[in-house]
């Protein structure tokens, strides 16, 4: 199955290093992310789950479910988990879990296996990938990574700033946007419309075509 923007995300119940996880349930009404590795004992994955750890605090103040998921089993993680606290020098702890999916029942449902990557045993194995979830269970944003490169997780949590911003407000951020900085009114409001929608006030680009599509304005939920 794969998954498209808007699509309510499956349920499932999997164990994990932390025990059974039924996915409804421990989302809850929060945001959450879920994110897939190949294998365990693995050295990019290792560098990936230490980086989230270290990272956990900003997913915690965005109101994140973390979850991460491997294809073996929930005592491997456990073993594994040891080994990326020490790459990470203690500074990437894995206090989030790490699902197990040994069937690849979750890595079919969210459609993660890539069929060119094997583990020892001749089966597929997930690839990167990301999904992030909105409150109402509905997928946000999708991305997909192959085994050999490791994702850049400051980068997804400023799309989880720009997915969060959005949600609310009927703007779109720009290149390279950051938290703080100016955001775009989306073409569909009107400048009359804009008007009582962005207290801050806009400024419209001048452009050579004179079309006034470039409407800029301060990150409408900042004081
Ligand atoms: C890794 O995590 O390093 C990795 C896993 C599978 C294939 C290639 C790299």
Known sequence: MSLKLGDKVPDFVADSSEGPIKFYEYIDNSWAILFSH??????????????VGKLMPEFEKRGIKVLALSCDEAERHKAWI???ESFSEGKGKV?????ADPEREVAVKYGMLDPDEKDKAGMSVTARAVFVIGPDKRLKLSILYPATTGRNFSEILRVIDSLQLTANYSVATPVDWK??????IVPSIPNHT????????FRTVPLPSGKEYVRLTPQPNLP
């Open 38 to 51: 190949p294998n365990d004992f693995t050295p990019v994955c290792t560098t990936e789950l230490g980086a």
């Open 194 to 201: 804009a008007n009582e929608l962005f207290p801050k006030g």
């Open 95 to 99: 206090t989030y879990p790490i699902l």
């Open 82 to 84: 040891e080994d990326i």
């Open 179 to 184: 938290h703080g900085e100016d955001c775009m």
